[in-house]
């Protein structure tokens, strides 16, 4: 490179003179590409970091490097300046610089011109390209660009926000309460579109909600700075062109500017109309309840089990026979009131609770006047979010009368039944007799007459068989005489007695657990057994199939009867194993039955420590399961 100074083009005073100019300048040869540093300020070298070094005679991008777009801007302007000769200017370009003590580049934006020195002919002798430094100017205005962006962002969020929140939002502004803001919620709250409230004062548009008291409301607010609550408020709101009463709860708050001024109404509401109108119907509904409760004299109480604590209407706590007030009372002082062989089943009962959803019980309390009356308890536990929070809620009623009369009923079937069995036991045998008569002699159709009145006896007698066990099983005296029996054996005795008695129903066994010996009365268990396979042959068509099988799980034995008949409604299946039930509907009207033997069948085998169920459906059949613990 050959030797540059600025003797060749400034004499030495001048030049320094030149290089303590307070602007960014640096004088160049016009020998492109090189361009060739004959001098710069001081100001130049301490806005470029070569303060230090000797920048005469050096070329320029050499000095200066950076990317190729921003080298190839300054050498475009200088080049222009060449050609045109006049100044060329740059508006803006970033030109970064390396900085000696990081030795790393920094951003750097600049504005520059270029100005051509004509020598005497007209041509170029030097260029002196004068930078300015914008950088912090750039910062400035890029933070502000920024800033605004990021306002128009947070605005536009916060509207977004205000849209799409569940609630009701709406901002009036000025003293005419002008709806700047209304979301959907607000619009279906108030009845109206966006269109018709946006822009207009709300009152304005809102004319039936007038005189109602809002507008003094948001006046007050705006006036004050102090915010409205309002719960279950009552407004009248035209809905659909109808005018309806709608209760919202709602937040009226003071809208203000940067400086603290209060601009507006910011209005926050729910609509909360069908909670209200459910809570009064509740409400009546619960008056109407207590209303029937307490004229029918039934007693009401309530326990929390987690915290111990009993509460009892007056008619409860008179019914355990005490006469005075209510906060005197607890669990132990009623207790002593029940009569003491069943205070034991109270207390077991009661202990229960805490494994079952529901109590149910009876038991004898001592009146007010001395003598034990029967009461029926009956409680539920009511649903709690927290499992370990139980409350348990029921009725009390007396239940007296009633029992009297179920003991007088039982006595007079208990009678009747007895009075019965030994005439119909003599009958049964006079006909027996006279059929075999009849046979001997050959008179086979009169034979055939007194055939069919023996069967007919047989069902009068299981009648009377069955109104006699549920004397027992009420009064706690049905026998169970257990010993071991043979599977095979019973269920064999069990389908020939039913079998012989249908010839138009085939039963089909499948005992693959002929073998096993149960714990249980034979007797009881047969009578089940012929109770079970007689209802599937009454409530099946003629020529069917009933099949009887027989499982185990290994710790117990599962029987199952099922047929191809009728089958039970669904809305009829709650109740089919109470006693005296029948299921009534056009397939089973006909059929005769007092509605014991499913009822007799269920507690035989309960008292078995077995269980009773059955699958049904109507039109398709019905199969009947009952399980008996393995030996």
């Known amino acids: ?189 108030y009845g109206r579109t966006e269109e018709q409230l946006l822009n207009k004062p709300i009152f304005g548009v809102l004319i039936e909600a ?141 202990e229960e609770v805490f494994h079952k959803p529901s109590l149910r019980m009876q038991c004898r309390v001592q009146s007010l006047f001395g003598e034990y009356r029967w009461i029926q308890i009956m409680g539920k536990l009511q649903p709690s979010e927290n499992a370990d929070d139980k409350k348990l809620v029921g009725t009390i009623i007396d239940i007296t009368d009633q029992k009297l009369l179920e003991k007088q009923r039982e006595d007079f079937v208990s009678v009747v039944s007895h009075e019965l069995k030994t005439p119909i036991t003599s009958l049964k045998i006079y006909c027996q007799l006279l059929e075999r008569q009849l046979v001997e002699n050959g008179d086979e159709e009169s034979a055939s007459l007194f055939s069919k009145m023996n069967r007919q006896i047989i069902k009068l007698t299981s009648l009377i068989e069955d109104l006699l066990d549920v004397t027992k099983l009420e009064n706690g005296k049905l026998p169970i005489r257990k010993s071991e029996v043979k599977i095979s054996e019973l269920i064999n005795e069990a389908v020939e007695e039913v079998q012989r008695t249908s010839a138009d129903h085939k039963i089909i066994t499948d005992v693959a657990v002929a073998d096993i010996i149960i714990n249980a009365d034979k007797e009881r268990i047969a009578q089940v057994f012929i109770n079970l396979l007689s209802n599937a042959i009454k409530y099946s068509p003629p020529q069917t199939s009933i099949f009887l099988k027989v499982k185990t799980t290994g710790k117990e034995i599962i029987f199952s009867v099922k047929d191809e008949g009728v089958g039970i409604p669904t809305d009829k299946q709650k109740n089919i194993f109470q006693r005296f039930y029948r299921v009534s509907s056009e397939h089973t009207k006909t059929y005769p039955g007092l509605g014991l033997g499913l009822y007799i069948s269920s507690e035989i085998i309960t008292r078995h420590n077995g269980k009773m169920w059955f699958e049904s459906e109507e039109g398709k059949g019905s199969i009947f399961y009952f399980s008996l613990p393995m030996v």
């Open 1 to 189: 490179m050959p030797a540059n100074t600025d003797d060749l083009f400034f004499p030495v005073d001048a030049g320094k003179l030149l290089r303590e100019l307070p602007g960014r300048y640096i004088f160049l040869k016009p020998d492109a590409p090189y361009f060739t540093i004959l001098m710069a300020t001081r100001a130049y070298m301490e806005a470029t970091f070569t303060a230090h070094k000797k920048v005469s005679g050096e070329h320029l991008f050499e000095l200066f490097p950076a990317t190729p777009e921003n080298q190839e801007v300054v050498k475009n302007s200088l080049l222009n300046a060449i050609e045109i000769k006049k100044p060329s200017h740059i508006e803006q370009m970033r030109y970064d610089i390396l900085n000696p003590v990081t030795n790393e580049f920094e951003s750097h934006y600049w504005t520059a011109i270029t100005t051509p020195v004509l020598d005497e002919s007209g041509e170029v002798k030097m260029l002196i390209h004068a930078v300015e430094n914008i950088t912090e100017k750039i910062k400035l205005e890029t933070a502000e660009r920024e800033a605004r962006q990021a306002l128009i962002f947070q605005k536009k969020r916060l509207y977004d926000t205000f849209m799409q929140a569940p609630v009701a939002i709406g901002i009036f502004s000025g003293k005419d309460f002008v709806v700047e803001l209304a979301n959907p919620f607000l619009c279906e709250l």
């Open 210 to 350: 007038r005189g109602q008291g809002f507008e003094e409301l948001v006046e007050s607010v705006a006036a004050t700075g102090k915010p409205y609550v309002g719960i279950e408020a009552p407004v009248n709101l035209k809905r659909n062109g109808v005018v309806q009463t709608v209760y919202a709860n709602f937040v009226y708050e003071p809208w203000k500017d940067d400086d603290g001024n209060i601009i507006g109404i910011i209005a926050i509401a729910v609509d909360v109309t069908e909670q209200v109108k459910t809570r009064k119907r509740i409400e009546e509904s619960e008056g109407r309840l207590h209303l029937a409760i307490e004229s029918s004299n039934i007693g009401t109480w309530q326990w929390d089990l987690t915290k111990e604590i009993f509460s009892f209407s007056l008619r409860h706590v008179q019914i355990f026979g005490f006469d005075g007030k209510l906060d005197h009372f607890n669990f132990e002082r009623l207790l002593k009131r029940v009569y003491p062989e069943d205070q034991p089943l109270v207390r077991k009962a009661l």
